[in-house]
């Protein structure tokens, strides 16, 4: 029996589901999920996973036509279970239309399309309350990823072409909330230069933020060099991979990081680990600014402050992150 995840949210959440496939193909073999296009070339090489199928609910699979499709689809492959973790509307509908007999989802989302509901925890992390959706206890489950051998190499060929052979720190400044954006990448690149290669990772649409950084080191005579629109979303992790260590808002690169098990420092503002995506390894750290009444002031994180100040972030200093980045150990001179 095949069974079916869907899970089109952010490409971080996709990361924190991978310990449910595996629960889940650990019973009765790998399982088939419904992704987002930009997530789909990051689960595919997945041992957990059977076969993917690309949806593209903003783009071309948008709107009514677009979820008939995909119901056909899934209809004719008979499954009879789906897992919704994504507290979604058309996920639900989807499964529902498609005649999927067993429907699991949380008690948050849309119970009435559903046939088993499970509590979604209000504490703890979010793989372990992904998990509960297969009833698997939470046990500190680490997000997992794999990365075939091409992209590997393609990697290793793209650092060793721009210089990158030694150890270097990876930045990923981006966000697609503005108010999660630390506004220090720059300087902190700058600091760093001088002891270490920087590698920033991020999607096309963190080209610009990457340029800022790596030019701001070229100008202080340090070496950085951006993987923006030059690495795919495999190559990416596996950039992260090879660093010594991530500096990162709260965003994808983060739970890629926890994947591969890259020490991790994770810059926190508008929102906070206690909502359940913070690093939880024992070399991780975490920069945020107690104390300050507003935060968190969302879920996901505004686009901008709605004070104005933006203080969650610009008060956290380039000192603050470099002596978080020398408590994981990972820049210490190796004999
Ligand atoms: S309201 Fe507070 S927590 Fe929210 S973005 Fe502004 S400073 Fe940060």
């Given at each position: 029996m095949t069974s079916l995840v869907i899970q089109t949210a952010f490409l971080g959440d996709v990361v924190l589901t991978t310990p449910l496939l595996e629960a889940l193909a650990a019973r009765h073999g790998p399982v088939d999920v419904v992704t987002t296009p930009a997530a789909a070339p990051l689960i595919e090489p997945h041992p957990a996973v059977r076969r993917v199928i690309p949806y593209d609910k903003k783009g071309r699979d948008r709107g009514w036509r677009g979820l008939v499709n995909l119901v056909r689809g899934l209809r004719a492959e008979r499954y009879e279970c789906a897992y919704l973790p994504h507290r979604s509307l058309r996920t639900a509908l989807a499964a529902w239309l498609a005649r999927i007999p067993r429907r699991v989802g949380f008690d948050d989302g849309w119970r009435s399309l559903y046939t088993d509901i499970r509590p979604r925890a209000k504490q703890g992390h979010e793989v372990d309350r992904l998990l509960a959706l297969a009833d698997v206890a939470a046990h500190r489950a680490r997000p997992s990823l794999y990365v075939p051998l091409a992209d590997r190499v393609a990697t290793e060929g793209f650092l060793r072409e721009h210089g990158m052979q030694g150890r270097f720190v990876a930045l990923?400044?981006?966000?697609?909330?503005?108010?999660?954006?630390?506004?220090?990448y720059g300087a902190l690149a700058e600091r760093l230069a001088g002891r270490v290669g920087i590698v920033v990772v991020g999607g096309p649409e963190d080209a610009g933020l990457a340029a800022e950084i790596t030019e701001a080191v070229a100008r202080s005579g340090g070496h950085a060099v951006s993987?923006?629109?030059?690495?795919t979303v495999r190559q990416s992790a596996e950039a992260i991979r090879r660093a010594a260590v991530l500096v990162t808002n709260d965003s994808a690169p983060l739970h890629f990081a926890q994947a591969v098990g890259t020490p991790t420092v994770a810059i926190f503002g508008s929102t906070a680990p206690s909502f359940g995506f913070g690093p939880r390894g024992p070399r991780d750290r975490v920069v945020e600014l107690e104390g300050?009444?507003?935060?968190?002031?969302s879920a996901h994180g505004p686009p901008s402050c709605p004070l104005g100040h933006h203080r969650c972030m610009k008060s956290l200093r380039v000192e603050d992150v470099l002596q978080a980045i020398e408590e994981t150990g990972a820049l210490r001179r190796r004999d």
């Open positions: 990923a400044p981006g966000s697609i909330w503005g108010s999660k954006r630390w506004p220090y993987g923006c629109r030059r690495l300050l009444p507003c935060r968190p002031c």
